[in-house]
């Protein structure tokens, strides 16, 4: 017997002439979809600095974006005063790594296009009326481009 529940129900436990009976589930919100959010904004995402240094899993979490406005600051500074070749030691989820100062902003860069499907994707669906039960979904909501 199948007690797979459909779309925006769940399992009761409780069976009726032999069959499973479910309940609906109660309707997303907003904070549903923040949430959601929150925990793919701190995934973190791979950078490939293309020599020896390799890949690196770069940490995005509220902690980990702290520290990168440290780094920016340092960076932006540096660039400013004409030293973008400036080093950074950083510890990546990966490791620690020396970044320069215009190697950061690349970062950034790809920091963005990590971020903003995801921004995108959160908005999109806060506008749904009704927000669909499955939001959480990866193929139906969040793949924007990540």
Request: glycine share 8%; charged share 20%; no cysteine.
């Amino acid at each position: 017997m199948d007690t797979t529940p459909p779309a925006g129900k769940r399992l009761t436990g409780a069976f009726a002439d032999n069959a499973p009976v479910f309940f609906d589930l109660p309707a997303p919100t907003s904070s549903d979809i923040i949430a959601e959010r929150e925990k793919r904004l701190a995934a973190g995402f791979d950078y490939d600095f293309g020599d020896a240094r390799g890949v690196h899993h770069i940490g995005t979490t509220a902690d980990d974006m702290a520290g990168w406005e440290e780094v920016t600051m340092g960076a932006n500074a540096a660039i400013a005063l004409g030293s973008g070749s400036s080093a950074f030691n950083i510890v990546t989820e990966t490791g620690p790594v020396e970044v320069t100062a215009l190697e950061w902003q690349s970062i950034l860069l790809a920091a963005t296009a990590f971020r903003q499907p995801i921004w995108s994707a959160s908005f999109a669906l806060q506008a749904m009326d009704p927000t669909p039960t499955d939001f959480d979904d990866d193929d139906d909501h969040w793949s924007l481009g990540i």
